[in-house]
């Protein structure tokens, strides 16, 4: 807008130059001065800022990136501007995929892939994210205007477009091979993706496009109460998949069918929106830059302030073809795990005893591989406190195999059993 | 500027008029077509939507409030519309108090009072809210601006000072005393108030006004290497003070100093600062609205995804003299309580027995009043795993009084030993 008001100051001069009567220039005197005030009101309105070409961690105001470096001589994080260099999938760009786009946005993400094929209504600015005035914008466009504004040096590819029609699919799954953005990278094109979707078929394409793949993902959901949610990690072969035993959901007492259906006006808050979104992304980055330890399943009940936590292995009969590939893979892959891992070992503390898994590069602590196929001795009933079983109706999904047998994080065991001791204690 | 723009078309008109030499015309109509194309562009721009009178349930796209009413039909939430009389005062306007502003606005939220002294920096852009555009604006102009674009409906208060100045809290008292918006309302002006600073001495100036007003707060901090965070509730008299004791943080295993201390660039991450924020205002919903339980003290340690929880009763050798006083009238009140809570006891379930705190309208677990003021035999040393207490230099705060003990939330230890017993039967 101003370089078009500029010009039409040079052409009022031109006119009045070539005006034969005076007294005409008052008029144009007048003209003049108003596109002289809109021109002012035009350099008020927002400015972009430039692009950077390094993260610096310099001290300045002016750095965006000064209290992100700052993780690494906190001694949080090795090397913080490898962010740089990952591209994050999210599919579902609503009240937690939106959050979660914006946090990488704002953490510097080389790249982010946004799918999403709904279009912004009033009806959602009860969670964070977009603005009234993008109503009846796509998702895809209003997220792209919004985080371009926030940080331009992401590089933001979006695709409108259902993921669970055959059509849909089949460019989510060629956007998710394309190498161009890091060819170097082993796997896929992208280093992670996120579910931030409200329905139980479009999370079975995401997990069919991941055990295709081989690509580790990150499954997040909210309760139709709006006061529970979750985050899951899967890895095909290593954890169990969507499909291997029926989702689990966070008990809020309140309704046990907690995963969204769609077409059904649920409640939902922002505020436990926020915070599954900043789990989702928490360990997005605990993951991809290797600091702390990745949750395998992490629920949130609002009511109580209550987080269980639990993991699952694979299931052996589980139905999907892809994940029992996958799980083949890694029970065949597991001699040359354990030569590495001794050889990291003995290289690391060659007179010490190493724990068992050092080759765990995302401190992701799993089920022990000969567990993996054994007979499923455990009841399947037997979950933590705090989460239940989400059971779809069987004849709408009647592919679902036998629940797979949970397994309790043994850190989080100890973490429990020194709580309840200082409790005792004190 | 759409007025202007349209004013300046019927000045091109009556000049072309007034013209004598036709061949003039072209160049006004090359400007006039200029200032159509401007309008186009201005039209574009974009529009507010409009208050909105009632809180209406009505499941359209259009109705900004039906997820949150929707929480009504679920069975969450007695009587949501509620929320439209509350006042919540929010004193630090950064990468926790924005989210939280911006989550109540979303909320619906009747009334919020901002204050903040600071400006927006591009250094503040790796946390959400804040947008490039509005760098070198104070927070409180940014966040005003932000707020009444998302919803028009919230009556915004913002206090541009610092509470720690003598002028500053003069302001701050008065301002929370206000009564104008709510004139039926008892004690102070505001419902609650959100301590979102990131020094001592900040929240040393909530806690005197706080302890003074008998008002009740919900205190917020993130650590220095970004990855912890907690919040804590205060209730005068009731439960510890800030200067009861030396406050708690979340032990993260990098640095024992995790307050922020103004003046160090300190790491930030909008995870942690985002999940921080949700759960503050989770619980502000929780207390406000009547629904849950709210958490005394509530901590998230990133690193590990643990949550610690526990809760202080108030230091009957507490430094703060307006803390000592709110004490006694909590004990002096004690029979009036035990009366009412007798009574509604007995009007509830005449011939069973009831909870022995059943005066609680907050659903607030607290410490019995008898144990108030009790010698201290526990330990200050014994608190729950992953909190540890945050000890200023001595020199710098040297009237912080002896620790307080640390009790116990019988919940909390119930829940974890069910989790250990499901855990140990699996």
Redesign the interface.
């Known amino acids: 807008?101003e370089v078009?008001?500029k010009?039409?100051l040079s052409?009022?001069q031109?006119?009045k130059q070539?005006?034969?009567?005076p007294s005409?220039h008052d008029?144009?005197d007048?003209?003049q001065s108003?596109?002289e005030?809109?021109a002012d009101?035009a350099k008020a309105a927002?400015?972009?800022?430039s692009k950077v070409k390094d993260m610096s961690a310099e001290?300045?105001?002016?750095?965006?990136?000064?209290?992100?470096m700052?993780?690494q001589?906190?001694?949080?994080v090795e090397n913080y501007e490898r962010i740089r260099e990952f591209s994050v999938a999210i599919v579902g760009i609503g009240g937690v995929g939106s959050?979660a786009a914006?946090?990488l946005t704002?953490?510097?993400i080389g790249r982010l892939l946004l799918y999403d094929y709904d279009k912004v209504?009033?009806?959602?600015?009860?969670?964070?994210f977009f603005?009234?005035?993008q109503?009846s914008m796509t998702k895809t466009d209003a997220a792209v205007q919004t985080l371009s504004?926030?940080?331009p040096d992401v590089v933001l590819e979006s695709y409108t477009l259902n993921i669970t029609t055959v059509e849909g699919f089949d460019t989510f799954m060629s956007s998710l091979k394309d190498k161009s953005f890091c060819p170097v990278k082993q796997g896929s094109g992208v280093d992670l993706v996120l579910s931030c979707v409200d329905n139980y078929e479009a999370r079975m394409a995401v997990n069919q496009a991941c055990n295709e793949l081989s690509q580790t993902w990150l499954e997040s959901g909210v309760s139709?109460?709006?006061?529970s949610g979750h985050i899951q990690l899967l890895i095909p072969g290593e954890t169990a998949c969507f499909a291997c035993a029926p989702p689990l959901v966070v008990a809020s007492g309140?309704?046990e069918r907690t995963l969204k259906r769609e077409g059904v006006?649920?409640?939902?808050?922002?505020?436990?929106m926020?915070?599954v979104?900043?789990?989702l992304?928490?360990?997005t980055?605990?993951f991809l830059l290797g600091?702390?330890?990745v949750?395998p399943y992490?629920g949130y009940n609002?009511?109580?302030?209550?987080?269980?936590?639990m993991q699952m292995k694979p299931n052996p009969q589980c139905s999907n073809g892809a994940c029992l590939k996958r799980q083949e893979e890694y029970m065949l892959a597991k001699p040359a795990r354990d030569a590495a891992a001794k050889a990291k070992m003995e290289a690391e503390a060659p007179s010490e005893e190493g724990p068992l898994h050092d080759d765990n590069e995302w401190n992701i602590s799993v089920v022990d591989d000969c567990e993996l196929g054994g007979p499923e001795t455990?009841?399947s009933d037997?979950?933590?406190?705090?989460l239940t079983r989400e059971l779809p109706s069987a004849d709408e999904f009647n592919n679902l195999s036998a629940p797979g047998a949970?397994v309790?994080d043994i850190?989080?065991?100890e973490?429990?059993?020194?709580?309840?001791e200082?409790?005792n204690?004190?």
């Open positions: 807008m078009e008001l010009e039409m052409d009022l031109s006119l070539s005006l034969p009567d005409l008029s144009l007048k003209i108003r596109v005030h809109l009101l927002p400015v972009r800022r001290v300045v105001d002016s750095n965006p990136y000064s209290r992100l700052a993780l001589r906190m001694g949080i959050v914006e946090m704002r953490c510097g209504e009033l009806a959602n600015m009860n969670r964070l603005r009234p005035d109503a504004d926030i940080n139709e109460d709006a006061v309140v309704d006006c649920a409640a939902s808050l922002p505020t436990t926020g915070v979104a900043g789990l992304v928490q360990n980055l605990k600091f702390g330890q949750s992490l609002s009511l109580k302030d209550f987080f269980p936590t455990k009841s037997a979950l933590p406190e705090g949970p309790t850190d989080d065991l973490d429990l059993r020194r709580q309840l200082a409790i204690s004190a």
